[in-house]
């Protein structure tokens, strides 16, 4: 039981010194200053997995065959090394820990500003799950996993209706969030439907750029469901839509090695 890990794309902040330093002593040399870390821009490429161990299952989430998705945030440096690794969606059973201790062995092609490497933070998913559909499954999570997008869509539908694998929701909209991060129209349409039919928490503003970007890729269907929505939305909302659609940035869903 192995797992799977997705690289998706965060916001970094600037990392502020951590407490007064006291003044060096004569002969002494200084701390060097803390790594600024930019925001993810449209005149930036994010950072790329090159090297992306699995993490393995903990010997009590073994033995309770017990899965989950524990998301990490993580600082990758100019230098490609990812530091300040923590937790911010913990699932328990000891998978955290290994988590954490898998992405601190990772390296990564560096986020680029303007052609130069710069420090970003990311959020990482490491994603602890059992496949149990039959070698025809597991080969379609293989593909999943090494960043096939019809694939992961292909996936996703298996999930959702139960087909050769037990019905999970989750790991449904999971595989096709990130079959349209990768820019396959037919599954950034079928988000933008997602969303459309969660009724009354429905974010038409998010719908609103999946349709645009499927409609954009040349799907079919979406150009008369886009017209269909923009037409229940508010200017505000139409407003926050175009801003999404503006500075969409086509992340693979999968920058890793299979997991």
């Keep these: 039981m192995r797992s799977k890990t997705f690289l998706v794309l965060g916001l970094a902040g600037m990392i502020g010194a951590a407490g007064m330093l006291a003044a060096p002593t004569q002969g002494a040399q200084t701390q060097d200053a803390p790594e600024a870390v930019e925001k993810m821009g449209r005149n930036m490429s994010p950072p ?9 299952f903990s010997e009590e989430a073994r033995g309770a065959k017990y899965q989950g998705t524990c998301i990490l945030k993580l600082i990758v440096g100019a230098d490609g090394n990812p530091r300040n690794i923590r937790v911010i969606n913990p699932i328990g059973m000891g998978l955290d820990e290994k988590a954490v201790e898998a992405v601190r062995t ?25 496949f149990g559909g039959g070698p025809g499954i597991a080969d379609l999570a293989k593909r999943a996993n090494a960043g096939d997008a019809k694939a992961q869509l292909e996936l996703a539908n298996a999930y959702f209706q139960g087909k050769d694998t037990p019905k999970d929701e989750q790991m449904g909209l999971s595989y096709l969030e990130k079959a349209a991060k990768q820019g396959l129209p037919r599954a950034q349409f079928e988000m933008a439907e ?15 750029m999946w349709y645009t970007l499927a ?18 939305m508010t200017p505000e909302q139409l407003q926050a839509g175009q801003t999404l659609v503006d500075n969409w940035t086509n992340v693979p869903a999968n920058s890793a090695s299979p997991r």
């Design 194 to 208: 997602h969303i459309i039919h969660q009724g009354a928490s429905a974010d038409y503003s998010k719908a609103y």
């Design 48 to 56: 790329r997995v090159t090297y992306s161990p699995p993490a393995e």
């Design 106 to 130: 990772w390296k990564f092609q560096p986020a680029l500003k303007d052609g130069k490497p710069v420090a970003v933070e990311i959020a990482v998913e490491v994603d602890f799950h059992l």
């Design 215 to 232: 409609s954009r890729g040349g799907y079919k269907h979406s150009e008369k469901a886009l017209k269909d929505l923009a037409a229940k």
